[in-house]
Antibody
C-alpha cells in the first residue's frame, strides 16, 4: 500500500524544539522529491520546505528558514523536519507529501500523510 | 515571494452547476500551477498540475487553464462530492505559495 505516515507532533513550549518524521512505503522513496506542508487551525495550506531525491538540495519558506531543517534517510524511507526556536505561529498540522514530479518544472503532490499536529504554547 | 490570490473566497452553488474558480499570480509563472481539493478533516488531493494536466483518477469534469498570471479551475457539472475547499499552488519559484483557498458550498 502506498502511504506516508507522520509522527512526532505534540505540545511544545515557545522556543522549544521538535522533530517530525514521515515514514514512506509502497513507492520508490529515493526517487521522489519530498515536501512538508502545514495548515494552522482553521486556516489554509502553507508550503514549508522540500528536499531533492538525494538530499542535496533543500528549500524553505522564509518564515522557517534558519529554524527548521528538512532531511531524509533513503535507506530508511524516511523524511524528517527538525524544528527549532518554535513560535506560537508554527502551531499547525504538518503534512508530508510526495512530489510526483511529472515534468522537470512541475510539482504535483500526489501522496499525502494524514498529518501530525504541532502545538506551540506555554 | 509570489503571491497567489484566489477568487472568490467562497462560493455557493447547486449540484449540476458549472463553477469557475480563479487564481491570479503577482508575477508571471508560466504554467507552473497546480490545484488541490481539501474536504473538511481530510488531506488535500491533487487535481491538476502544470495548469491543465488532469491527475490520474480525477474525474474529467475538472479542468484547468491559464498561463502567465491568470488561471482557472472549472468544474463542468458539480457533484455532491465536489463541495470542498480548493487551493492553487505556484511551483514556478521558491518559496512555493498557495492561494488562500476557495470554499465551495452547497446552495
Amino acid at each position: 500500500e502506498v502511504q506516508l505516515v507522520e509522527s512526532g507532533g505534540g505540545l511544545v513550549q515557545p522556543g522549544g524544539s521538535l522533530t517530525l518524521s514521515c515514514a514512506a512505503s509502497g513507492f520508490s522513496f529515493s526517487s521522489s522529491w519530498m515536501t512538508w506542508v502545514r495548515q494552522a487551525p482553521g486556516k489554509g495550506l502553507e508550503w514549508v520546505a522540500n528536499i531533492k531525491k538525494d538530499g542535496s538540495g533543500k528549500y524553505y519558506v522564509d518564515s522557517v528558514n534558519g529554524r527548521f531543517t528538512i532531511s531524509r534517510d533513503n535507506a530508511k524511507n524516511s523524511l524528517y523536519l527538525q524544528m527549532n526556536s518554535l513560535r506560537a505561529e508554527d502551531t499547525a498540522v504538518y503534512y508530508c507529501a510526495r512530489d510526483l514530479s511529472p515534468a522537470p518544472h512541475f510539482d504535483a503532490f500526489d501522496i499525502w500523510g494524514q498529518g501530525t499536529m504541532v502545538t506551540v504554547s506555554s | 515571494a509570489i503571491q497567489m490570490t484566489q477568487s472568490p473566497s467562497s462560493l455557493s452553488a447547486s449540484v449540476g452547476d458549472r463553477v469557475t474558480i480563479t487564481c491570479r499570480a503577482s508575477q508571471g509563472i508560466r504554467n507552473d500551477l497546480g490545484w488541490y481539493q481539501q474536504k473538511p478533516g481530510k488531506v488535500p488531493k491533487l487535481l491538476i498540475y502544470g495548469a491543465s494536466s488532469l491527475q490520474s483518477g480525477v474525474p474529467s469534469r475538472f479542468s484547468g487553464s491559464g498561463s502567465g498570471t491568470d488561471f482557472t479551475l472549472t468544474i463542468s457539472s458539480l457533484q455532491p462530492e465536489d463541495f470542498a475547499t480548493y487551493y492553487c499552488l505556484q511551483d514556478y519559484a521558491y518559496p512555493r505559495t498557495f492561494g488562500q483557498g476557495t470554499r465551495l458550498e452547497i446552495k
